[in-house]
């Protein structure tokens, strides 16, 4: 199953070499971007070590313990994350009837939907009693796996007490037991825990790797695919959900925006935005596209071979000006503080709005 993760071979080498020879550390800690594989990696990974199968191809994916792992059921699989609190009993049962309800909403989410985020209604963290819990548990014997599998996913989201608390276990955990740990902020993460692990990089995904799962797994047209690859910067995730949920629309939503920009119709705009209110989600990836069209621009009186947009360069030559090349790198600056701003929580229609403006201002002959 390993080969079904794309562009990380560097990655699955080093673990594939580490179970055949045997020799797999207690802890690793995955790190690099959102939407790289590092979760679906630490799964097989564990699937692998526990895997029933004979073959040299482990993980199979289709024997019981497989089968365990990949509907999250297995006994041996301890997979944390951040959580609101969810007022643990003792033995380890959620308390509060909301947490529970969301908590199982994130796994389902994680098993059948995994690139679109889920977001708890409250604040998160990796808590100090699923940390706990998890010692305890690592202290009892294993149920029916070779190996103790533990993944703890965004671990920088820990606070200094929780970490510290998880420090001997990763130090010396009891024996077969593989702890992985995953972040995207590896700078967050203390200094003790990245010293405990082997670190692993994953690096971002190439256009042409993101192009070619989107083809092999969804039916997207060509022009979707390869803007929904572009867009995506390296993360799958992304592309995805741009196919997926708001593909063609937010490519239709950013020429809608262009059109109007370039007609000045700014009241219509603005009632536009008041009465869509759309999330911070899509008009980052609104931004994103209107980027992908000022590339566009930028270089249509030169080639045609670069554009993404080809269905629609009629419309784009009768946006371009004499001095369009010349704003686009810094109308391109002006996109990056905006998602910047919005990831700074700024309110999205006002971001909406001032992209509107640049981009009249753009395109202003
Ligand atoms: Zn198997």
């Known amino acids: 199953m390993f080969r079904k993760i794309k562009g990380q071979q560097q990655v699955i080498d080093l673990l594939q070499k580490a179970i055949k020879q045997e020799r797999i550390a207690s802890a690793y800690l995955f790190h690099g971007g959102d939407g790289v594989g590092k979760f679906m990696t630490a799964l097989y990974f564990g699937m692998a070590v526990n895997c029933l199968s004979s073959s040299q191809y482990r993980p199979c994916g289709v024997c019981s313990s497989c089968h365990k792992f990949l509907s999250f059921e297995h006994p041996d699989f301890n997979y944390l994350f951040p959580t609101v609190n969810l007022k643990l009993s003792p033995e380890g049962e959620i308390k509060d009837n909301e947490a529970l309800k969301q908590y199982e909403a994130y796994i389902k989410n994680k098993i059948e939907t995994p690139w679109q985020d889920f977001f708890f209604s409250g604040s998160t963290e990796i808590r100090k009693e699923s940390i706990s819990l998890l010692i305890k548990r690592l202290e009892l014997s ?105 593909g063609t629309s937010t490519r ?57 947009n080809l269905d629609k360069i009629e419309f784009l030559k009768e946006l371009s000006h004499d001095d ?42």
């Open 142 to 246: 294993i149920h029916e796996g070779h190996y103790r599998v533990v993944i703890i996913e965004n671990a920088d989201m820990m606070n200094i007490q929780t970490a510290n608390s998880f420090l001997k276990t990763l130090e010396e955990p009891p024996p077969n037991t593989l702890i992985i740990l995953i972040t995207e902020r590896l700078p967050k993460v203390l200094p003790t825990i990245i010293s405990r692990c082997q670190p692993v990089y994953f690096k971002p995904l190439s256009q042409s790797v993101i192009e070619e799962i989107i083809y092999d797994q969804f039916q997207v047209d060509s022009v979707l695919a390869k803007s929904a690859a572009r867009i995506a910067g390296g993360n799958l995730k992304t592309a995805i959900r741009i196919i997926q949920n708001s």
């Open 252 to 308: 239709d939503k950013a020429f809608s925006l262009l059109q109007m920009a370039h007609e000045e119709q700014d009241i219509e705009y603005l009632n536009l935005v008041n009465s869509q209110k759309e999330a911070s989600d899509a008009v980052r990836d609104l931004i994103s596209y209107i980027g992908i069209i000022a590339n566009d621009l930028a270089i249509i009186d030169f080639t045609e071979d670069e554009i993404t």
């Open 324 to 365: 369009i090349a010349n704003r686009i790198p810094d109308f391109l600056l002006l996109l990056d503080d905006f998602t910047r701003k919005l990831e700074g929580n700024v309110n999205p229609s006002l971001i909406q709005i001032n992209l509107y403006l640049a981009t009249k201002q753009l395109l202003r002959k």
